[in-house]
């Protein structure tokens, strides 16, 4: 399922919860009553809430065109006395994606005054005069600010159409950017005067403004990308479509703070009761108990045949009535099956059973993963949908369920799967963190032959801002990584995959991030003549603590299906300087699988020059698999 839209907001006022459910259900035509849980269905839309005093969830499922959007709203009160959170999103699988903000988001943003964090977001344009000149600019400059913002100028011939842009740019972007419109040239003159010549907007045009704006020293400039007033006044409103959807596709790719990842995932077991409220804001839980969680267990009747505790006692006192013994034991016979008595609880009998049985192999593989194991993803998640398919068959097979709709049934097994993938990665990323504290020390004991404690490893520092995407990923190599190649070229792909996969993408980010780290490793070790052999090599018997990845994720070569095809070797051949090859493309074979099976299953391929004439790591490809006899 692909996700189109993406709003994270800070709201500090009162009653966020029921503002945002009023507004929510207002927009979606539903009554309601306010109960903790309500579903309502209605044709092919389905409405859910679900809350309680410190969280909540909203989904409305409804037709699109072309398919299905889904549009969520989660929220959760502050910690300590901070602002609450608000996320929402829409994400569907549509054949034309045209997604603007829902629209409850204009009207609950008229309920409080909600933040990006930084700055005010509202649900219309700020009006800026030549007193707001100054406010206008501290937000443009606020390193921490979030959201864009798009500043619409005077245009004399037409003043409506200016508004009338800037009414129809707040409500499609309601959430996901700021909107300033200038009130006069003077405003307009006195805001170039700050921004400078290369940051300026003028002639009833307007301006994107993305967080960082540094007046007079701007590398590129153009990444506040402008539209002229000229392209506004031939084509009205229809001149904004550019605007908003580049807007409307980085809010996708906007990382979600830690304190919103932390807490959305156990958002869904508060709100069905397998995890107390008091944890929302806990500290990160352990892989034993973010695993599976249990629910209570339902005592099982006791075996009437062993406990003949009456019998002992006639035995001492008087062996005379001996013989009546075995006659008195008929009558608890009768008494014995007490199940039948509590037929409401017989299909949660056995389904407590059945989970007993499952939990623990699936607890087990998880704990393997945290600790080191080798499970692949595909293997883990195909266990987890195996035992929820043998639970599903094994209670729907005794006929108690016949009163739930199959429909109800599917729609239950998905949140339970959704929820088993999120808790997965989060055990992906406290594995990936303590194998590379592992690492760490065990080159600090090599280098000191004592034990290091409380000393912050460099790799904890390069983590404290953990990456979302796999865009983000990239450019942070780009900066940091310097034995490593990254060309422009490898937008397209990465980007295609953080839009499509946007659920799979969190866990591709971990596995590339470590990838790369391991190859400028590997190529750093290389020029400085401290290692001999290829990257396999490096990974299979690494130098003490240095980065490495899972042999099992490293190929050298093709096979010769591919190798040996003209159209699959084509499709390998990627861009490389002149000093390693005249024609400045080779065939680069070599690769890194970051999921081994499935679809998609992403690939790295790279070329090894690290002993060559640059001493450097070129990334040819990071995408989806390419072309073999398999895709083709």
């Given at each position: 399922m692909t996700?189109?839209?993406?709003?994270?907001?800070?709201?500090?006022?009162?009653?966020?919860?029921?503002?945002?459910r009023r507004c929510f259900a207002a927009w979606a035509g539903i009554e309601d009553d306010g109960e903790p849980t309500r579903e309502h269905a209605r044709g092919r839309?389905?409405?859910?809430?679900?809350?309680?005093?410190?969280?909540?969830?909203?989904?409305?499922?409804?037709?699109?065109?072309?398919?299905?959007?889904?549009?969520?709203?989660?929220?959760?009160?502050?910690?300590?006395?901070?602002?609450?959170?608000?996320?929402?999103?829409?994400e569907g699988e549509l054949e034309a994606a045209e997604v603007t903000a829902p629209g409850f988001m204009p009207a609950f943003l008229a309920t409080g005054r909600a933040t990006d964090g930084a700055v005010p977001v509202e649900?219309?344009?700020?009006?800026?005069?030549?007193?707001?000149?100054?406010?206008?600019?501290?937000?443009?400059?606020?390193?921490?600010?979030?959201?864009?913002?798009?500043?619409?100028?005077?245009?004399?011939?037409?003043?409506?159409?200016?508004?009338?842009?800037?009414?129809?740019?707040?409500?499609?972007?309601?959430?996901?950017?700021?909107?300033?419109?200038l009130y006069d040239s003077r405003t307009q003159d006195d805001l170039n005067a700050w921004l400078g010549g290369d940051l300026s907007v003028f002639g009833g045009g307007l301006r994107t403004y993305l967080p960082g704006v540094r007046p007079g020293e701007e590398t590129y400039p153009m990444r506040h990308q402008p539209r002229g007033g000229g392209a506004i006044r031939d084509q009205g409103v229809r001149s904004l479509e550019v605007v908003?959807?580049?807007?409307?596709?980085?809010?996708?790719?906007?990382?979600?703070?830690?304190?919103?990842?932390?807490?959305?995932?156990?958002?869904?077991?508060?709100?069905?009761?397998?995890?107390?409220?008091?944890?929302?804001?806990?500290?990160?839980?352990?892989?034993?108990?973010?695993?599976?969680?249990?629910?209570?267990?339902?005592?099982?009747?006791?075996a009437p045949s062993e406990p003949r505790t009456p019998a002992p006692e006639p035995a001492v006192e008087t062996p005379e009535p001996q013989p009546e013994l075995t006659t008195e034991p008929e009558p608890p016979q009768p008494e014995t099956p007490p199940a039948p008595a509590l037929p409401a609880s017989l299909a949660d009998d056995i389904a407590a059973r059945l989970a007993d049985r499952l939990d623990d192999a699936v607890l087990e593989t998880l704990v393997d993963m945290a600790r080191g194991g080798d499970s692949e993803t595909?293997?883990?998640?195909?266990?987890?949908?195996?035992?929820?398919?043998?639970?599903?068959?094994?209670?729907?097979?005794?006929?108690?369920?016949?009163?739930?709709?199959?429909?109800?049934?599917?729609?239950?097994?998905?949140?339970?799967?959704?929820?088993?993938?999120?808790?997965?990665?989060?055990?992906?990323?406290?594995?990936?963190?303590?194998?590379?504290?592992?690492?760490?020390?065990?080159?600090r004991l090599a280098e000191h032959a004592d034990p290091v404690y409380g000393v912050q490893s460099e790799a904890d520092q390069d983590?404290?801002?953990e990456a979302e995407s796999l865009m983000d990923v990239v450019q942070r190599a780009r900066k940091q990584l310097r034995h490593l190649d990254l060309p422009d070229a490898l937008d397209t792909e990465v980007s295609r995959l953080d839009v499509m996969y946007p659920r799979q993408r969190r866990r591709w980010t971990g596995r590339t991030w470590d990838a790369l780290r391991a190859l400028d490793a590997y190529a750093a070790a290389r020029a400085e003549s401290r290692f001999t052999g290829g990257f396999y090599d490096w990974c299979a018997r690494p130098l003490p603590g240095a980065p490495i990845i899972t042999p099992t994720m490293v190929s050298m070569k093709e096979s010769d299906s591919v190798s040996g095809?003209?159209?699959?070797?084509?499709?390998?051949?990627?861009?490389?300087?002149?000093?390693?090859?005249?024609?400045?493309?080779?065939?680069?074979?070599?690769?890194?699988?970051?999921?081994?099976?499935?679809?998609?299953?992403?690939?790295?391929?790279?070329?090894?020059?690290?002993?060559?004439?640059?001493?450097?790591?070129?990334?040819?490809?990071?995408?989806?698999?390419?072309?073999?006899?398999?895709?083709?």
């Open positions: 996700q189109f839209y993406q709003a994270l907001l800070r709201d500090g006022g009162p009653r966020l919860g029921p503002r945002l839309e389905r409405t859910a809430f679900a809350d309680n005093d410190l969280c909540g969830r909203y989904l409305h499922d409804a037709p699109a065109v072309g398919g299905r959007l889904r549009t969520t709203a989660t929220w959760a009160a502050g910690h300590k006395g901070a602002p609450g959170w608000v996320r929402v999103t829409v649900a219309g344009p700020h009006l800026i005069g030549p007193e707001e000149v100054k406010e206008l600019t501290r937000w443009l400059a606020r390193p921490d600010r979030a959201v864009p913002l798009i500043v619409l100028t005077v245009d004399r011939g037409d003043p409506n159409l200016v508004t009338a842009c800037a009414d129809h740019l707040a409500e499609a972007l309601a959430g996901v950017a700021v909107i300033a419109r908003v959807r580049g807007v409307i596709d980085l809010s996708v790719h906007r990382p979600l703070p830690t304190d919103i990842r932390r807490a959305e995932p156990r958002i869904a077991r508060i709100l069905s009761g397998a995890l107390p409220p008091v944890e929302l804001h806990a500290a990160p839980p352990s892989p034993a108990a973010i695993a599976v969680p249990r629910g209570p267990r339902i005592p099982r009747p006791a595909t293997g883990l998640i195909k266990t987890m949908s195996a035992h929820l398919d043998a639970l599903t068959r094994a209670v729907e097979s005794t006929g108690l369920l016949g009163s739930r709709a199959p429909s109800q049934e599917l729609e239950r097994l998905r949140r339970q799967y959704d929820q088993l993938e999120l808790d997965y990665t989060e055990l992906q990323e406290h594995e990936r963190k303590a194998q590379d504290r592992i690492r760490w020390l065990e080159s983590d404290c801002r095809n003209p159209k699959f070797h084509r499709a390998r051949v990627f861009r490389v300087p002149t000093e390693i090859d005249p024609s400045g493309r080779v065939y680069m074979p070599s690769h890194i699988k970051l999921q081994q099976v499935g679809s998609p299953a992403p690939r790295m391929h790279f070329l090894d020059d690290a002993g060559g004439a640059t001493g450097k790591i070129w990334i040819g490809y990071l995408g989806d698999h390419l072309p073999n006899t398999r895709t083709n």
